[in-house]
Nanobody, 123 residues
Framework: QVQVEESGGGLVEAGGSLRLSCIVS????????MAWFRQAPGKEREFVAA???????YVATPLQGRFFISRDIAKKSAYLQMDNLKPEDTAVYYC?????????????????WGQGTQVTVSS
C-alpha cells in the first residue's frame, strides 16, 4: 500500500515564501511521477505542478516564476517552493503520486493522494 504525506503548510504574509514537502512510502514503482494540486474554498481542485520520474518539471502557467517543484528520488520525496505568495494562493495543497513516470495535469492520472496541508496567505 502506498501512502502520501504532506507537510510544511501554515500561515504566511503576502510576499512571503513557504516550502511544502511530500513523502511517499510503501510499495511504489521504480519510477513514478509526483504532483501538487490545490483547492481553495468554494473552488475546484486545480493543478499546480508536477515532476516526472526523470525529474522533468511542469508548473501551471499562472504560477510560473513563483512556484517551483523538485524531488529527491532516493527519499521518494517532492517539494513545492512557493515564493511571493499572494492571498489568492490560500488553499489546501495536496500531494499525489502516479504509478506512471510521465506527468499529466489531470487529477485522474494520479493514483495516490495525501490528506492535504493548509496554506493561508494573509494580506
Amino acid at each position: 500500500q502506498v501512502q502520501v504525506e504532506e507537510s510544511g503548510g501554515g500561515l504566511v504574509e503576502a510576499g512571503g515564501s513557504l516550502r511544502l514537502s511530500c513523502i511517499v512510502s510503501g510499495r511504489t514503482p521504480s519510477t513514478f511521477a509526483m504532483a501538487w494540486f490545490r483547492q481553495a474554498p468554494g473552488k475546484e481542485r486545480e493543478f499546480v505542478a508536477a515532476i516526472s520520474g526523470s525529474s522533468a518539471t511542469y508548473v501551471a502557467t499562472p504560477l510560473q516564476g513563483r512556484f517551483f517543484i523538485s524531488r529527491d528520488i532516493a527519499k521518494k520525496s517532492a517539494y513545492l517552493q512557493m515564493d511571493n505568495l499572494k492571498p489568492e494562493d490560500t488553499a489546501v495543497y495536496y500531494c499525489c503520486a502516479s504509478n506512471r513516470g510521465s506527468v499529466m495535469t489531470g487529477q485522474g492520472w494520479y493514483d495516490f493522494w495525501g490528506q492535504g496541508t493548509q496554506v493561508t496567505v494573509s494580506s
